[in-house]
């Protein structure tokens, strides 16, 4: 699949979004605990999620039995914010957004395992190389 400026900016806009809400989790657990974090995210983003669903949605129709993809997306995303928001709550969050931030690993391995798509060796090198700085990174010798 080609790549557009279009789909860069967006994916900057994510990254930009992603790493002031890994910062903002921090702030909220300390303020009222992980559990109620998660809750609260989760009914101000239905909030949210339904007004832009209103206006931007696809309107073409689709399965039921599709539905099961979005399903699995909440399972593991809402898994991922509870688990997070509990790791800030007893450690750094630059530790935990450290860790967290590894995932682009398992993405790159479902994506070539289970989708077959496949990566050029620079493109390997790069993952590598992101890894290793993500972990440099995230060692502090002070702690």
């Given at each position: 699949?080609?790549?557009?400026?279009?789909?860069?900016?967006?994916?900057?806009?994510?990254?930009l979004?992603?790493?002031i809400?890994?910062?903002l989790?921090?702030?909220?657990?300390?303020?009222?605990?992980?559990?109620?974090?998660?809750?609260?995210?989760?009914?101000?983003?239905?909030?949210?999620a339904v007004?832009?669903w209103l206006v931007?949605?696809?309107?073409q129709?689709?399965?039921?039995?599709?539905?099961?993809?979005?399903?699995?997306?909440?399972?593991?995303?809402?898994?991922?914010?509870w688990?997070?928001?509990?790791?800030?709550?007893?450690?750094?969050?630059?530790?935990?957004?450290?860790?967290?931030?590894?995932?682009?690993l398992?993405?790159?391995?479902?994506a070539?395992?289970?989708?077959?798509?496949s990566?050029?060796?620079?493109?390997?090198?790069?993952?590598?190389?992101?890894?290793?700085?993500i972990?440099?990174?995230?060692?502090?010798?002070?702690?």
């Amino acid at each position: 699949m080609p790549t557009s400026l279009s789909g860069l900016l967006l994916a900057l806009l994510s990254m930009l979004t992603l790493g002031i809400s890994t910062y903002l989790y921090k702030q909220s657990t300390a303020a009222i605990g992980p559990t109620n974090t998660t809750f609260f995210y989760y009914l101000f983003s239905l909030i949210i999620a339904v007004a832009v669903w209103l206006v931007f949605g696809e309107k073409q129709p689709f399965e039921k039995t599709a539905l099961l993809w979005p399903a699995l997306l909440a399972v593991f995303l809402f898994t991922s914010v509870w688990a997070f928001n509990y790791a800030v709550s007893v450690i750094d969050v630059s530790v935990a957004a450290t860790l967290r931030s590894l995932s682009f690993l398992v993405t790159i391995g479902l994506a070539v395992s289970i989708s077959h798509e496949s990566l050029a060796t620079k493109d390997w090198v790069a993952a590598a190389l992101a890894a290793i700085s993500i972990v440099l990174f995230g060692i502090n010798p002070q702690r």
